[in-house]
């Protein structure tokens, strides 16, 4: 008789977390490191290419163009080919093509490359996403997506110190240092791509590092978790690119990722405006501070969202706090002051993630949500577009950020009043139990 113990199933969870998180974890760092530290590189290269403060917010913001036209169409492949095979495939390609950008001599060689790796990396994280639904139960997966989200700020841990300190310390073959920080930074997502081909495994009932037991378990698990749904709508891709709720939902996040990448690409000229004297590495190490904080802040918001099994306030919330810390930081010239406002406003970014990837799995089923997801996160990260772009826009025009901060201020304030007002599964929910207990009573 199988032998289903609370304890032998806690201990399921972890062996299952064990084998994926740490894994996919890294390579979440590999993606952000590729993807930002161009903020890093532009201490120097915005002079070797004459870039000026408009070109770098275009340049910064030109991934996310080509990550908006292909995030949908990869994860239709995801679902065609299977995660293990279609990840790697992501990995090796814009591996290849971070490479390729330590070689520009160019603004627009700069434009194209930027362009591609948006091109060569949509769909990663929507089909991380969707993969931890195939081994995670719903009441896990704020708490599993968190600790895979965390490598968004741990990748600024690690890269800030690590970019700025290349950039300082390796000129070999006289070699501008953000050459070689984009070429030592690159060459990892390429390794990444083969090990997770040899390492992932697609489905539960496909694992040899689980017992027959085990495997048994986990799969009736996810199918009673699927059933706890049936109000779950199973829609098109079309369908689900009309879809009104996927639609707020985007808008959400587009909002949310001006603000978010608005600050994250430019942070590391925000904290060298402090002094001139800063070295490129000081200047790593100060950036590395907000991110730590967030961190922490983001694993025990998630975790609280799913003890209360509450989403849309634990989306809301945090993108409060982060308007309001954003605008401090806007208004007060103290550096002390703006760096602890910024670390809170980062706290308040990070901690949002979770709980809101979790609402398109509340009102659609798993396949479904797999291509939901890659919409709202095509169309947001438009705004990993637009944050960037118009701080560069702004800054060129006044000379100074703080009005670009105020700007992004103003636009999470816009998205926290859409996710307080957001209306989906959980309210439908809490009316469907109502009636259910009415007629019971």
């Not at 991380?128 to 599993?144: G, N, P, S």
């Not at 919409?375 to 670009?404: D, E, R």
């Given at each position: 008789?199988?032998?289903?113990?609370?304890?032998?199933?806690?201990?399921?969870?972890?062996?299952?977390?064990?084998?994926?998180?740490?894994?996919?974890?890294?390579?979440?760092?590999?993606?952000?490191?590729?993807?930002?530290?161009?903020?890093?590189?532009?201490?120097?290269?915005?002079?070797?290419?004459?870039?000026?403060?408009?070109?770098?917010?275009?340049?910064?913001?030109?991934?996310?163009?080509?990550?908006?036209?292909?995030?949908?169409?990869?994860?239709?492949?995801?679902?065609?080919?299977?995660?293990?095979?279609?990840?790697?495939?992501?990995?090796?390609?814009?591996?290849?093509?971070?490479?390729?950008?330590?070689?520009?001599?160019?603004?627009?060689?700069?434009?194209?490359?930027?362009?591609?790796?948006?091109?060569?990396?949509?769909?990663?994280?929507?089909?991380?996403?969707?993969?931890?639904?195939?081994?995670?139960?719903?009441?896990?997966?704020?708490?599993?997506?968190?600790?895979?989200?965390?490598?968004?700020?741990?990748?600024?841990?690690?890269?800030?110190?690590?970019?700025?300190?290349?950039?300082?310390?390796?000129?070999?073959?006289?070699?501008?240092?953000?050459?070689?920080?984009?070429?030592?930074?690159?060459?990892?997502?390429?390794?990444?791509?083969?090990?997770?081909?040899?390492?992932?495994?697609?489905?539960?009932?496909?694992?040899?590092?689980?017992?027959?037991?085990?495997?048994?378990?986990?799969?009736?698990?996810?199918?009673?978790?699927?059933?706890?749904?049936?109000?779950?709508?199973?829609?098109?891709?079309?369908?689900?690119?009309?879809?009104?709720?996927?639609?707020?939902?985007?808008?959400?996040?587009?909002?949310?990722?001006?603000?978010?990448?608005?600050?994250?690409?430019?942070?590391?000229?925000?904290?060298?405006?402090?002094?001139?004297?800063?070295?490129?590495?000081?200047?790593?190490?100060?950036a590395m501070l907000p991110y730590l904080f967030a961190t922490i802040v983001m694993i025990f918001w998630s975790r609280n969202s799913d003890r209360r099994n509450e989403r849309r306030l634990h989306s809301a919330i945090p993108l409060a706090v982060a308007a309001v810390a954003l605008l401090g930081a806007g208004l007060l010239s103290d550096p002390y002051i703006a760096i602890t406002l910024i670390s809170v406003s980062l706290a308040g970014l990070y901690a949002f993630k979770s709980p809101f990837w979790a609402l398109p799995t509340l009102f659609l089923t798993r396949s479904t949500a797999a291509v939901s997801i890659a919409v709202i996160n095509s169309i947001g990260n438009l705004g990993g577009f637009v944050g960037p772009f118009a701080?560069?826009?702004?800054?060129?025009?006044?000379?100074?950020?703080?009005?670009?901060?105020?700007?992004?201020?103003?636009?999470?304030?816009?998205?926290?009043?859409?996710?307080?007002?957001?209306?989906?599964?959980?309210?439908?929910?809490?009316?469907?139990?109502?009636?259910?207990?009415?007629?019971?009573?």
């Amino acid at each position: 008789m199988q032998d289903t113990t609370p304890l032998n199933e806690a201990a399921t969870v972890r062996k299952i977390t064990w084998h994926i998180i740490p894994f996919v974890f890294v390579l979440y760092i590999i993606s952000y490191l590729d993807r930002a530290n161009i903020g890093y590189a532009a201490l120097q290269m915005n002079k070797d290419l004459a870039l000026s403060s408009e070109a770098f917010g275009f340049v910064s913001g030109i991934f996310f163009i080509g990550y908006f036209l292909f995030e949908v169409p990869s994860n239709v492949m995801l679902n065609k080919f299977g995660a293990r095979r279609w990840i790697a495939r992501i990995l090796l390609t814009w591996g290849a093509v971070s490479v390729a950008t330590a070689f520009v001599q160019t603004p627009t060689q700069l434009y194209v490359l930027r362009f591609l790796l948006g091109v060569a990396e949509a769909g990663f994280f929507p089909g991380i996403i969707v993969y931890l639904t195939y081994w995670f139960r719903a009441k896990e997966l704020a708490t599993t997506v968190a600790l895979f989200t965390a490598a968004i700020p741990v990748s600024y841990i690690i890269g800030a110190p690590m970019s700025t300190w290349i950039m300082d310390n390796i000129h070999w073959l006289q070699w501008s240092g953000w050459r070689w920080m984009l070429l030592l930074e690159g060459a990892p997502a390429v390794v990444g791509g083969i090990l997770c081909y040899l390492y992932l495994t697609d489905r539960p009932k496909d694992a040899k590092w689980l017992t027959e037991a085990e495997k048994a378990w986990i799969t009736e698990e996810l199918e009673r978790d699927r059933q706890a749904r049936p109000n779950a709508a199973h829609l098109g891709t079309l369908k689900v690119m009309r879809n009104p709720k996927v639609l707020y939902l985007s808008f959400i996040y587009f909002v949310y990722q001006c603000g978010s990448l608005g600050v994250g690409y430019w942070m590391p000229q925000i904290i060298k405006g402090f002094s001139a004297s800063l070295t490129h590495t000081q200047v790593g190490l100060i950036a590395m501070l907000p991110y730590l904080f967030a961190t922490i802040v983001m694993i025990f918001w998630s975790r609280n969202s799913d003890r209360r099994n509450e989403r849309r306030l634990h989306s809301a919330i945090p993108l409060a706090v982060a308007a309001v810390a954003l605008l401090g930081a806007g208004l007060l010239s103290d550096p002390y002051i703006a760096i602890t406002l910024i670390s809170v406003s980062l706290a308040g970014l990070y901690a949002f993630k979770s709980p809101f990837w979790a609402l398109p799995t509340l009102f659609l089923t798993r396949s479904t949500a797999a291509v939901s997801i890659a919409v709202i996160n095509s169309i947001g990260n438009l705004g990993g577009f637009v944050g960037p772009f118009a701080i560069g826009y702004i800054k060129g025009q006044s000379h100074s950020a703080t009005t670009g901060l105020i700007f992004l201020a103003a636009l999470l304030v816009v998205s926290f009043l859409m996710t307080v007002f957001i209306r989906i599964a959980e309210t439908q929910r809490s009316d469907e139990l109502s009636k259910a207990s009415g007629q019971t009573s």
